[in-house]
């Protein structure tokens, strides 16, 4: 027999998406219980996104969850596109009234968002095994699961699918009452953390005819690197000494300016996807974060569309369990996609502008040479990236900016 409780609102999967959601909701006085795959370790430790837009930063810090953010989070005012063998400065500040982004790891994010959870006593439970949504499509859905050996059932008002793209809850929506839109680039980045200082305090974005770059970082003393190579390319074709040399080519700008090298401490190559799901919604199952949308990593989007879907649902769930009201909760869908689409096209529009396509012509490189020169050289279009890249106002900021 099942150990049965009752939350409010079910949350599968202990990312940015799930947790932020638990911590809003727990604000708000609405009890949720959060079951998670993996164990803490693993979800603390996964190294992924780390560019936050102003938008999301903001609500970190409104919900008191930005005092390390604050502490060690490093304040981007720009971003360089660098091609031709020369470097051009977007400024973000400038051109979007003083808008800027944060760097600051998503397992740091995340880090803050475990402990804030554990402060409120609320379950989170790790390891929690065989999770499967059951009854969504009723007025009493169900998550079953086990813990330690024993089974569990969790019977919730709501269930959120924070659990990713591979995760259970899209899985349990029948496949004849979703459509998928999916792209699948022909490249991916082979991605390396090392232990050096960053020699720059700014992004760097690298077109080259070898193919595109990326200069980033995790903190003062830790640098993030990337290069484009096939999608199944084989790590250990890759020496450390081999990454170096083509990071070194690739950002040479003709000043002698070179990435700062240290102890390769995490190295691998990450395949390049686009995806959205539509609808969020199935019966009392909402999808948020990857579970519903991937985009590509070239325009820093991934881990700000997670936080903006829970910013909606966060306040769709309010009004249901306050209010009884439904329509917010009825809009969440539309809501979310019209912003994902616009972040999808945006991380479109970087990637295929930066990377080398290995069936592009003698005219689509060209082409491509002479989009860089514009957006570089028009304040106009370099004003159009900047506001993509800082995040666009959401949803409501622009209905009341209308008004």
């Known amino acids: 027999m099942a150990q049965i409780e009752r939350t409010q609102v079910g949350i599968v999967g202990a990312g940015p998406a799930g947790l932020l959601l638990a911590h809003l909701l727990h604000l708000e006085g609405i009890d949720s219980v959060i079951l998670e795959a993996r164990g803490r370790a693993y979800v603390e430790e996964r190294v992924r996104a780390g560019v936050i837009e102003q938008g999301a930063a ?11 953010l604050d502490r060690e989070g490093l304040i981007h005012h720009g971003i360089e596109l660098r091609f031709a063998r020369q470097g051009h400065r977007i400024d973000l500040s400038g051109l979007t009234g003083g808008k800027a982004v944060t760097v600051y790891g998503q397992h740091e994010v995340v880090k803050d968002m475990v402990a804030a959870r554990l402060a409120t ?31 569990q059932e969790l019977q919730c008002d709501i269930i959120a699918g924070c659990d990713g793209f591979h995760g259970v809850c899209r899985a349990s929506i029948p496949p004849e009452r979703l459509t998928l839109f999916e792209r699948t680039y022909p490249f991916g980045w082979l991605g390396i953390l090392a232990e050096a200082p960053p020699a720059s305090d700014e992004l760097i974005y690298a077109y080259h005819d070898r193919g ?16 484009q190579v096939p999608p199944d390319e084989d790590i250990t074709l890759w020496p450390d000494a081999r990454i170096w040399d083509e990071l070194h080519t690739r950002f040479d700008d003709g000043t002698g300016w070179r990435v700062n090298e240290g102890p390769v401490l995490q190295k691998g190559v990450t395949g390049m996807r686009s995806f959205v799901c539509e609808p969020m919604r199935f019966g009392r199952l909402f999808l948020a974060g990857d579970a519903a949308h991937i985009v590509p990593p070239t325009g820093a989007k991934g881990m700000n569309l997670a936080i903006a879907d829970i910013r909606v649902l966060a306040r769709a769930l309010t009004a249901l369990f306050r209010e009884g009201s439904e329509t917010l909760l009825d809009a969440y869908s539309a809501t979310c996609l019209r912003r994902i689409w616009k972040a999808q096209r945006f991380s ?40 993509n890249y800082v995040g666009l106002p959401y949803e409501d900021e622009t209905a009341t900016a209308g008004a």
């Not at 595109?212 to 290069?227: E, K, P």
């Not at 012509?361 to 060209?366: E, G, K, N, Y």
């Open 58 to 68: 903001d609500l970190l810090r409104g919900a008191g969850l930005g005092e390390r």
């Open 348 to 387: 479109w529009w970087m990637t295929s502008m930066l990377h080398r396509w290995d069936d592009a012509s003698p005219f689509d490189q060209r082409r491509q040479l002479a989009e860089l020169d514009y957006v570089t050289a028009s304040r106009a279009a370099s004003t159009a990236l900047a506001e």
């Open 212 to 227: 595109f770059a990326l200069f980033s970082m995790r903190s003062h003393a830790v640098t993030r690197l990337y290069l």
């Open 121 to 151: 006593g609320r379950p989170l439970v790790f390891e929690a095994d065989d999770v499967t949504p059951r009854d969504i499509d009723g007025a009493r859905p169900r998550l079953t699961y086990r813990k330690g050996g024993v089974d």
